[in-house]
């Protein structure tokens, strides 16, 4: 009798991902989490790339990292090339908490400069993760293209990341110092302050970057 009752829940847990109330969805994402199961992972992956609902999307995560990553890994992966910018990002998120390396090759140059932030911001998390200690300067080389992107979030984000990768970011951040564009300069003095005082705050740095700026410019006029 136990298997039917088991067939059973297992059927009310995948439908319920579907659900219209967003709690159902949750309920049923954490009942998967549970009691996880490999049948169950490619359907956690089908709904990360379509759920609406944040909270949901969490869980989700949370239930694929319960699953074995040899499971896992490789159909994250798979979700990287999707045209769906959601389907892209989530599985990205997953694979920084799932932290399984041998993710790293699959994140490109092009995913960490993705034309859209969430992509990026989820990608420039995943690499600070994944990335192996060689291959740290060639990342920071390619975050440095990002600087100066984006609103307030996204260029937190990036410093962030940046800083994550210690003192291989100095030489490029350095020279973005000097970049022309002064959106790209004034990003990378902030980064570079944040990451000599970590509890100055982004906001501080930026204004200190823009002193800095002002007083830079006065000077060379004089």
């Known amino acids: 009798m136990a298997m039917p009752e088991e067939n059973t829940n297992t059927t009310r847990a995948l439908r319920g991902l579907e659900d219209d109330s967003a709690s159902v969805r949750l309920q049923a994402v954490l009942a998967i989490g549970t009691t996880p199961d490999p049948s169950y992972v490619d359907k956690l992956i089908e709904r990360c790339a379509v759920e609406p609902d944040f909270y949901v999307r969490d869980m989700l995560t949370w239930a694929l990292t319960r699953h074995p990553a040899s499971v896992t890994v490789p159909k994250l992966v798979e979700q990287l090339g999707s045209e769906r ?3 892209r990002s989530q599985a990205l998120h997953t694979l920084s908490k799932v932290g399984d390396r041998r993710a ?3 994140i490109t140059r092009e995913l960490l400069t993705d034309a859209d932030d969430e992509v990026a911001r989820s990608a420039w ?3 600070v993760v994944l990335v192996p200690e060689d291959d740290k300067p060639g990342l920071a080389e390619v975050l440095a293209t990002q600087l100066g992107r984006g609103g307030r979030e996204t260029r937190l984000s990036l410093s962030r990341a940046l800083i994550a990768l210690g003192e291989v970011i100095l030489p490029v ?3 973005a110092m000097t970049d022309p564009d002064p959106g790209v300069r004034l990003h990378a003095t902030a980064t570079e302050r944040l990451w000599r005082d ?3 705050g982004f906001e501080f740095a930026i204004e200190e970057a823009k002193r800095v700026s002002v ?3 006065a000077s060379h006029a004089g």
């Open 85 to 87: 910018t959601q389907a």
């Open 104 to 106: 790293w090759p699959a």
């Open 215 to 217: 007083l830079g410019t």
């Open 173 to 175: 951040l350095r020279a």
């Open 198 to 200: 970590p509890e100055a």
């Open 125 to 127: 998390r995943a690499a």
